[in-house]
């Protein structure tokens, strides 16, 4: 069974910064890509970071470029999240996700995805 487990969300100030962390468990993940989403309260799950399962393509949504970073650690089947200059905006319900197909290069979309974690709520004070 395929698990996904966000941690690291919280209340930050403007400016400030988080780190979220995914521990997945259930697949050999070193073969998929995966990403991290967000959710606005009245918004559509938006794409914010990708990664392949090999670190070596990284994408980032450029509402988001040059303050978040995406890592991955195969070792230890986990995803990081740094979150740095944090803007209000950012609030959402952060959640990572494994792709469907191994060795894929389709991970911008929800459909690419098939497994979710519980998502982890940020919330960003002005």
């Given at each position: 069974q395929v698990q996904l487990v966000e941690s690291g969300g919280g209340l930050v100030q403007a400016g400030g910064s988080l780190r979220l962390s995914c521990a997945a468990?259930?697949?050999?993940?070193?073969?998929?890509?995966?990403?991290?989403?967000?959710?606005?309260?009245?918004k559509e799950r938006e794409l914010v970071?990708?990664?392949?399962?090999?670190t070596a393509t990284t994408y980032y949504a450029d509402s988001v470029k040059g303050?978040?970073?995406i890592s991955r650690d195969n070792a230890k089947n986990t995803v990081?999240?740094?979150?740095?200059?944090?803007?209000?905006?950012?609030?959402?319900i952060y959640y990572c996700a494994v792709t469907r197909t191994p060795y894929s290069?389709?991970?911008?979309?929800?459909?690419?995805?098939?497994?979710?974690?519980?998502g982890t709520q940020v919330t960003v004070s002005s």
């Open positions: 468990s259930g697949r050999t993940f070193s073969r998929y890509a995966m990403g991290w989403f967000r959710q606005a309260p009245g970071a990708a990664i392949t399962w090999d303050r978040f970073t990081g999240l740094q979150m740095n200059s944090l803007k209000p905006e950012d609030t959402a290069y389709s991970y911008y979309a929800i459909r690419d995805y098939d497994y979710w974690g519980q």
